[in-house]
């Protein structure tokens, strides 16, 4: 069935640094969403991108859409401690099936 | 702002019980989903239904059932719980469309001894 891989599970990094996160579809989606879950809280909507290489930026989070509709990112520059949580890709296959990707837990050395 | 409520935050049930979650949504989405969330495997969709009296399966329905009587509230069932049902269970609303973004409940967290 289809499947949407998410790496890495976890990513510990320092205040400051970089952070990026990847889903991978093992079939073509018709678009994809991004969620963020604080520790405690509950998913949260993030982003959609619907178009083939689509790139949308909220101030440090940039979020791209591959070419194929196949694979996505979530890049985050300079991190805060606020960045702090789990971060899910949604994808939607073209049956309008939603299949969530395993989560990269984000967590931050101040 | 819209508002998914559960009925519990925490549960403790014991093996064989029958248990009911509770989900109610506020902002006349048609679109109900339950999810369970398990360390390390995501979201998993048990159940989810895009209208009053109407259900579909998701990807791992055995063991659960839902009800749908009302548009605003979203029952989920365990007829006979099971230690490996001890999970945290989200509900999430969305308005129609079928890839509308989904706003969350906070969650319950069942333990099943």
């Known amino acids: 069935g289809q499947q949407v891989m998410q790496i890495p599970q976890y990513q510990h990094v320092q205040e400051g640094e970089d952070f990026t996160t990847y889903c991978n579809s093992s079939?073509?989606?018709?678009?994809i969403q991004w969620y963020k879950q604080r520790p405690g809280g509950h998913p949260v909507f993030l982003i959609q991108l619907v178009k083939s290489g689509e790139v949308k930026k909220q101030k440090r989070l940039t979020f791209q859409f591959g070419e194929a509709k196949k694979n996505s990112s979530l890049h985050i520059t300079a991190t805060q401690t606020t960045d702090v949580g789990t971060y899910f890709c949604a994808g939607y296959s073209s049956a309008s099936k939603i299949i969530f990707g395993s989560g990269t837990r984000l967590s931050i050395r101040p | 702002d819209v508002k998914v409520t559960q009925s519990s935050r925490y549960l403790v049930k014991r093996t064989g019980e029958k248990v009911f979650l509770e989900c109610v949504q506020d902002m006349d989405h048609e679109n109900m989903f339950w999810y369970r969330q398990d360390p390390g495997l995501g979201l998993r969709l048990i159940y989810f239904s895009y209208d009053v009296k109407m259900k579909e399966k998701g990807d791992i329905p055995e063991g659960y059932s839902v009800s749908r009587e009302k548009k605003e509230r979203f029952s989920l069932i365990l007829e006979s719980a099971s230690t490996n049902q001890t999970s945290m269970y989200l509900c999430a609303s969305s308005r129609s469309g079928a890839t509308d973004t989904q706003y969350f409940g906070p969650g319950t967290r069942l333990t099943v001894l």
């Open positions: 079939t073509t989606l018709s678009n």
